[in-house]
Every structure is written in structure tokens, then in C-alpha cells.
């Protein structure tokens, strides 16, 4: 249900009126937006309480909503959410582009690699410290020390970081590291994880699970934001298809789906997306295109040697730069933004392996 308030309410009528739904045993979710204030309400409440709020001084309607989320959708929240992380806007019509290895290797390595990131334009350091893979025998990440070294390039190189979270227990010490928590498409489900990320403000990309609905998807948004914690962006990765030719399906009209369905950032992987690298500029432009807030794009100084498999679909610099250079034409004829800061294409003719 959600209570849709007049146009210039005042704070103090809103707060009678969350006390009034807060003493029926259910939760209270106020979101302010540029024309009225909506608030939702978590919780099966007696039917009495709508007819109750409807009569109160500043309400002007009170709605059922019928989806089975509730804070992720448009009804709750007409507004695109807009998550400032350090003045780099996400969301809206701000076009953002997380760059980097699928894993961090070393601090040379991440080092020269958010170097490259950095001067092709990008805003976010990609690199993943702890990584969920299919055999328990593959290389598993390096672990907390790879937190410290993808922190130390971020910084010094000026950009924002993100890494992925897999366990409960790791969220704190992730947050105190990275600036945006990963749940990887493996995890979609895990609630406990899901619950966890609900109880920081650290922004959360979250994965579509690979065989995951766009409903499903909502819901697993919805346990983070319930649990307290609004900032959440999610991320369209490719599903498991019949088609063996690429990794997976990039799934493209679940971008404007999911932003017609939900007020949430939507970014665009299309490095697990397809999982070859010629594939990955075509799909960042039909991505741009289809509306994405984003790209999260996997770029590696030495792919062939990477340390996951994940080389294939890795961009060389050279190429990364290229990619961006051209989002930045085709974004203001999309909608969209690119504030980059870049430097010419003479910063790519050579890199560290
Ligand atoms: C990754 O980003 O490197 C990754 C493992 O992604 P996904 O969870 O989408 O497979
Ligand atoms: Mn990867």
C-alpha cells in the first residue's frame, strides 16, 4: 500500500501520519519527490487502515500496490533514484562506466590497469578481490589483500571502486574498502547476503541471476532496500539461453523493462553479457541505445594471461578508450550524459603487461 500525499505537505504532517502507520504494526518508507511525497508501507496491515489514512489532513490517496515488490517500483517511487557517490551521479541521465579486470591480480597490475581506466574516461574501478567460481579448483581471488590494493589505485588514480561481496560476513570490511558492493548473478538469491546489504548504506550493484525473471530480480532489490538501505543499482548481465555461440544472452530489453517496472539505476555488463570481446562494443552502444545508466566492461592490460577466464571478453586499453570516446558522441543524441575526464589517444599507444 502506499499513501500519496498533497503537493507541499509539511514535515510535521508527515510525521503524524508515519506515526499513524508506524502504531499499526507496520514499517513506514517515506520518498520525497520533486512533486509529492509518497509513503509505502511494508507490512500487512488490518484493512481499516487505509480508510483511516485516507481521512487524515494531507493525504490525497491511498493505493493498493498489487506487485509483490513494493520500494523497488515505479509506484513507490515515480522519480529515477539518482545515487551520488562522491559526486559521481548514477542514475537519471548520467551515463556511468565501471572499468576494469574481472580480478585483481596485483597492485602493479591494478595499478596500471585504473590508470588506463581513468585516462580513457571512466568513473568506477571494477575488480573482483574474493570470485564465486564454477570449480571449487579455479584461482578464487586474493582475498582481503586484494581490497587494500584496488583502494590504494582508486585513490590514487581518482576513481570510485567496486568489488564483489559474496558472503554475509564480508560486507563490513568490503564497505570499509570499496565504494560499491557487487552481488555477483550467483548470489541473486542469497538472502542472507541480500539481508546484510540492507543494513549498510553502501551503494549495491546487483546482478540479475542468470535464469532469473525480471520479477524475481525485483524482489531480490527489494529485501536490500527493505532493509534499510536505498542505494541500489541493478545490473543486466545476459540469462542462460539455448545459444551456445556466446556466454550468455544479453538480455537488452530488460533495460528499459526494469526502468519502466522500477526507479532504480539499470547498468549494462556486457562483457559477461557475451562473453567475447568483439561482441562488447556493438552490445555497450545497443546498450546506451536501449537506455542504460551504465556499463560495467571488463579490461584487462594482459588478457591472455588473465588469472580467470574471463581474458575472452576482456577489452585491451586501447580499445576500451575507443569504446568510451564514442559513447560520448552517441550519449547526447541518446538522452544521456558522459562527464568524463579523459586524456588524448597518445596515453594508449603503450601499457605495462
Ligand atoms: C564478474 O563481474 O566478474 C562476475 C563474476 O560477474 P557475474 O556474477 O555476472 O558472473
Ligand atoms: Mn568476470
Known amino acids: ?5 498533497e503537493p507541499n505537505i509539511t514535515d510535521e504532517r508527515i510525521k503524524e501520519i508515519t506515526i499513524h502507520i508506524e502504531k499499526a504494526g ?5 520518498s520525497r519527490g520533486t512533486d509529492r511525497t509518497v509513503i509505502g508501507i511494508i507490512g500487512s496491515a488490518a484493512p481499516t487502515l487505509a480508510e483511516h489514512l485516507r481521512q487524515m489532513k494531507g493525504v490525497e490517496n491511498v493505493i493498493k500496490i498489487s506487485k509483490s515488490y513494493k520500494l523497488a517500483s515505479r509506484d513507490f517511487h515515480p522519480d529515477d533514484t539518482i545515487i551520488d557517490i562522491k559526486g559521481v551521479k548514477i542514475g ?4 556511468v562506466i565501471m572499468g576494469g579486470p ?10 596500471e590497469i585504473a590508470r588506463l581506466v581513468k585516462a580513457a574516461g571512466g568513473q568506477v574501478l571494477r575488480g573482483g578481490a574474493f570470485k564465486p567460481r564454477t ?3 579455479s584461482f578464487q581471488g586474493v582475498g582481503v589483500e586484494g581490497l587494500a590494493m584496488m583502494t590504494e589505485a582508486g585513490k590514487k588514480h581518482g576513481l570510485l571502486t567496486i568489488t564483489e561481496v559474496m558472503t554475509p560476513e564480508y560486507v563490513d570490511i568490503c564497505s570499509e574498502y570499496a565504494d560499491i558492493l557487487q552481488v555477483g548473478t550467483r548470489n541473486m538469491q542469497n538472502f542472507d547476503l541480500l539481508r546484510k546489504l540492507g543494513t549498510v548504506q553502501t551503494p549495491v550493484l546487483l546482478k540479475r541471476g542468470f535464469s532469473s525473471t525480471y520479477d524475481e530480480f525485483l524482489n531480490a532489490a527489494e529485501y536490500i532496500l527493505a532493509g534499510g538501505n536505498p542505494n541500489v543499482m541493478l545490473c543486466e548481465r545476459g540469462i542462460r539461453t539455448f545459444e551456445a555461440y556466446t556466454r550468455n544472452t544479453l538480455d537488452l530489453a530488460a533495460i528499459p523493462v526494469l526502468q519502466s517496472l522500477s526507479h532504480l539505476p539499470v547498468i549494462s555488463d556486457p562483457s559477461h553479457g557475451t562473453g567475447r570481446r568483439e561482441l562488447v562494443e556493438p552490445m555497450s552502444k545497443a546498450s546506451l541505445a536501449a537506455g542504460a545508466n551504465g556499463m ?3 579490461m584487462h592490460t594482459d588478457p591472455d594471461n588473465s588469472m580467470t577466464g574471463d ?3 576482456s577489452l585491451f586499453p586501447d580499445q576500451f578508450a575507443k569504446l ?8 547526447p543524441l541518446l538522452g544521456k550524459q558522459f562527464n568524463t575526464e579523459k586524456q588524448p589517444p597518445s596515453a594508449f599507444v603503450e601499457w605495462k603487461k
Open 311 to 313: 581474458g575472452v571478453q
Open 324 to 331: 568510451l570516446r564514442e559513447l560520448e558522441q552517441l550519449a
Open 26 to 30: 507496520v514499517q513506514a518508507h517515506v
Open 102 to 111: 574481472c580480478a585483481v591480480e596485483s597492485p602493479e597490475q591494478i595499478d
Open 296 to 298: 560495467i566492461i571488463e
Open 135 to 137: 570449480g571449487p579448483y
Open 92 to 95: 537519471g541521465d548520467n551515463l
Open 1 to 5: 500500500m502506499i499513501v500519496i500525499t
